[in-house]
């Protein structure tokens, strides 16, 4: 049997100044098996030009009018249907890979029970220089693996599987939940699509302890436009996908009111650090509060604390709390 073939899904919108490094970064890697689909949501400047000009037999390109954040679900799944990849990952056309991506992260479906993979990102500035280095050390650390049930659960408290440009997910259990979703969003594809791959499907998702991906940081993307509303809907993903889903398939999963409470839990603290970090302090206080009224663990009572103390000094402290948590867990064994 031949090496699987992995599509590579590529939106891109005004992305001339990436673009170019995007394809490259697909045309270096060591695995030679993929195909990657661009799909231009409309781009104004030079984007659809520069990968016209790439000449590989690998690339296809899709040009659609402008559609915007709504439709970004409709993008990724256009690209779907014009690929043939029993492997799935995401490239969106600002970020890049390393060279070894794809033959580090392909092996890990050859067991039948994995239905998404994911790893370490590191981050580069607007002229693709590394930021924070030492933030993504690898380990020796064999592969993570986590149930289909357990991963949804900590889906509906924090999106784990970020940035996207580390994931690859099979394609029959894309192609069973529909394709990419944007439930109760219209910003994220990434989420609701995760949560439904998760509550649907029985199995793992794997942790691989390598860098699979560079995550770019520019003041032209949506993740950094719009913080705080991405922040804001991800309870209203969670509460969309729990109401689209069948009672079955949450009895399954074991979704209850206590997971019910944990998931708005988090969503206010989420928020409160969010809303910490652009320096709002009422609003921190107020969402930080309110989780330390719903919080029924210590982990989340000592982060709403931390929240509060933080929008109350105008110091973060959340992650120095944490910090010393930890330190304590290990003086004690």
Known sequence: MGQPLVTIVSPCYNQERYIAACAESALAQTYASWEQVFVDDGSTDETCRILESFRDSRFRVV?????????????????????????????????????????????????????????????????????SPSAFARSSRAPARVSTRAAFHRLTRTNFLVPSVTV????TALEAIGGFRQSGSGLFVDLPTWLWLTAVHDGHVTFVNEILGMYRVHRGQTSQQKRAQMSAEHSSVVRAVVTE??????????????????????????????????????????EFRAGLRHASDSTDRLFALAGLASAGTRVNLVKAAFAVRERARRWLG
Do not use: C
Not at 73 to 95: F, H, K, M, P, W
Not at 261 to 286: D, H, K, P, V, W
């Open 63 to 131: 040009r659609r009018p402008h559609r915007g954040l709504n439709a970004l679900a409709e993008g990724y799944n256009v690209a779907l249907a014009e690929s043939r990849g029993s492997l799935v990952a995401i490239l969106e056309g600002d970020d890049r890979w390393p060279p070894d991506k794809l033959a580090v992260q392909v092996p890990v479906f050859d067991d039948p029970s994995v239905i998404l993979s994911w790893g370490h990102a590191s981050l580069i500035d607007e002229a693709g220089e590394q930021l």
């Open 168 to 171: 690859m997910v099979r394609r």
């Open 245 to 286: 889903l069948d009672e079955g398939t949450l009895s399954r999963i074991g979704w209850d009111e206590s997971s019910k409470r944990r998931a708005e839990t988090r969503a206010y603290l989420s928020r409160g650090e969010t809303f910490l970090m652009l320096g709002e302090y009422r609003a921190a206080y107020e």
